[in-house]
């Protein structure tokens, strides 16, 4: 596939890796020379140094027979304008563009090829606001993915001394559990991952990624660890993008407190919220974490856009009694540094948004991807079309569907019911299957499972 990036940055780079790696086409355009130097020092993609708005730069690029456009720079605007040349004066195919101001995403009617043509709209901090929110729904969780409309959700957690499957097979897991509420999918000890089977043995931190119908989740999770209750208590520190979308969409159901440094980013949030309370002050500040009861709370997030700032902030509100930190670090270097430690959880914006960004890219019919273990894993939905002469998986029980290694169907969601993965389940048409993927080189081997052959047309 010919992919057009507009942007190098974070989320662009990031892209190009993942990308680059699967054998496609990629070109990178910027404005930043040194940092497109570098992103050419590392992968096979081609670069191009101009404003990814300009026609002529576009055109450089290749977009006059570009497969897909994807606009992620910093600038709402020139993904905007750059989606529209491309269509325009290009006729590209695809174009999928990253807008933050919620003062245009407000506009629903505006994204139509009538007036800005964008065919995918990335909301990055709504993304990452959806994560968090998940998060806190479930204590205890590292990450919460959600498939087929939330019926189905995998669930990475970390087993801890208290769960009841400590030093015990994971036989007795499903013994233990009524028939076909949950599948493991995969599991990390130590970084390395693990195939599962019915005589693995769950040791204490192996991060755990179970499959399940959304209301079993909570279920499953007092297996492998001690229940943690739930949240009631909620303090996030920084009023930006994220934290004011977070604050607002948990208020119903959470006492929350926001902490700026800004005054003004205060007094616009004080207007904006309904319950929530608004602090002005800096989260560093230890007298201020101690008025107002850091202790008592069940969740700090630090999410403001200074990873010194979030990474301090979270270290000294776990010290003075926080019950549990989250903390975004947009320097994805960072991540594995200091997650485990006093950080609970370290969520990395560019990581999150990849997914999003993925399930368009993907062949055959995939409508959600989500990208784990920092791009080295990916859990994938996709849709099963054809019958047993046209299609490599309709009509086959699931211990015949020819897996890449690593590769494991998880569930199936059939109408609107959750079927958790067995040998003898057979996959029919228009089944949503949803897939755990150790290595990532196994990608384009599940895409050619999904795809149908001519016969089907």
């Known amino acids: 596939m010919k992919i057009i990036i507009l942007g190098a940055g974070q989320v662009g780079g990031t892209l190009a890796e993942h990308l680059a790696n699967e054998n496609n086409d990629i070109t990178v355009v910027d404005t930043d020379h040194q940092r497109l130097r570098e992103l050419q020092d590392r992968l096979d993609i081609r670069?191009?140094?101009?404003?990814?708005?300009?026609?002529?730069?576009?055109?450089?690029?290749?977009?006059?027979?570009?497969?897909?456009?994807?606009?992620?720079?910093?600038?709402?605007e020139v993904n905007m304008i750059a989606c529209q040349i491309a269509y325009?004066?290009?006729?590209?195919?695809?174009?999928?563009?990253?807008?933050?101001?919620?003062?245009?995403?407000?506009?629903?009617?505006?994204?139509?090829?009538?007036?800005?043509?964008?065919?995918?709209?990335?909301?990055?901090?709504?993304?990452?606001?959806?994560?968090?929110?998940r998060l806190v729904e479930f204590p205890g969780a590292l990450q919460v993915l959600d498939f087929a409309e939330g019926k189905v959700q995998l669930?990475?957690?970390?087993?801890?001394?208290?769960?009841?499957?400590?030093?015990?097979?994971?036989r007795v897991l499903y013994d233990h559990l009524p028939s076909g509420q949950t599948i493991v999918a995969a599991i990390y000890r130590k970084g390395r991952a693990i195939?599962?089977?019915?005589?693995?043995?769950?040791?204490?931190?192996?991060?755990?990624?179970?499959?399940?119908?959304?209301?079993?989740?909570?279920?499953?999770?007092?297996?492998?660890?001690?229940?943690?209750?739930?949240?009631r208590k909620i303090t996030i520190t920084g009023?930006?993008?994220?934290?004011?979308?977070?604050?607002?969409?948990?208020?119903?159901?959470?006492?929350?407190?926001?902490?700026?440094?800004?005054?003004?980013?205060?007094?616009?949030?004080?207007?904006?919220?309904?319950k929530t309370i608004v602090i002005h002050g800096s989260a560093t500040d230890k007298e201020l974490l101690l008025q107002e009861n850091i202790e008592g709370t069940d969740v700090f997030c630090a999410l403001t856009n200074d990873d010194e700032v979030n990474?301090?902030?979270?270290?000294?509100?776990?010290?003075?009694?926080?019950?549990?930190?989250?903390?975004?670090?947009?320097?994805?270097?960072?991540?594995?540094?200091?997650?485990?430690?006093?950080?609970?959880?370290?969520?990395?914006?560019?990581?999150?948004?990849?997914?999003?960004?993925?399930?368009?890219?993907?062949?055959g019919d995939v409508v959600n991807v989500h990208s784990l273990r920092r791009g080295a894993a990916e859990a994938i939905e996709a849709i099963a079309h054809g019958d047993k002469v046209t299609s490599k998986v309709v009509g086959r029980p699931l211990a015949e569907v020819d897996l890449p290694e690593g590769a494991t169907i998880g569930a199936i969601v059939r109408n609107d019911e959750v079927i958790i993965a067995r040998p003898n389940l057979v996959i029919e048409s228009n089944d949503h299957v949803i897939l755990f993927v150790l290595d990532k080189m196994h990608i384009s081997k599940i895409e050619r499972l999904f795809q149908v052959g001519l016969g089907f047309f």
């Open 47 to 76: 670069t191009i140094n101009g404003m990814g708005s300009h026609p002529k730069v576009l055109k450089d690029a290749g977009a006059d027979d570009a497969d897909m456009l994807i606009a992620v720079t910093n600038s709402d």
């Open 88 to 133: 325009s004066l290009f006729r590209t195919p695809t174009k999928i563009g990253r807008i933050r101001a919620t003062a245009y995403l407000a506009q629903k009617e505006l994204f139509r090829n009538q007036s800005v043509p964008i065919d995918v709209l990335i909301s990055p901090e709504q993304v990452v606001t959806n994560h968090i929110k």
């Open 155 to 170: 669930v990475a957690v970390k087993a801890k001394i208290g769960g009841l499957m400590i030093d015990k097979e994971l």
């Open 195 to 231: 195939k599962p089977r019915l005589d693995t043995v769950i040791e204490e931190d192996d991060e755990v990624f179970f499959i399940a119908a959304k209301q079993h989740i909570k279920k499953v999770m007092s297996e492998l660890r001690q229940d943690e209750g739930t949240y």
């Open 239 to 274: 009023g930006g993008n994220i934290g004011s979308r977070l604050g607002k969409a948990i208020e119903r159901f959470y006492h929350v407190k926001i902490i700026d440094h800004n005054l003004e980013t205060c007094n616009r949030l004080a207007e904006d919220v309904k």
């Open 311 to 363: 990474i301090m902030s979270s270290m000294l509100a776990k010290r003075l009694g926080a019950k549990k930190v989250m903390t975004l670090i947009n320097k994805s270097a960072y991540v594995d540094l200091i997650q485990g430690g006093e950080i609970d959880i370290a969520i990395s914006p560019q990581q999150t948004t990849i997914g999003s960004l993925l399930t368009h890219v993907r062949r």
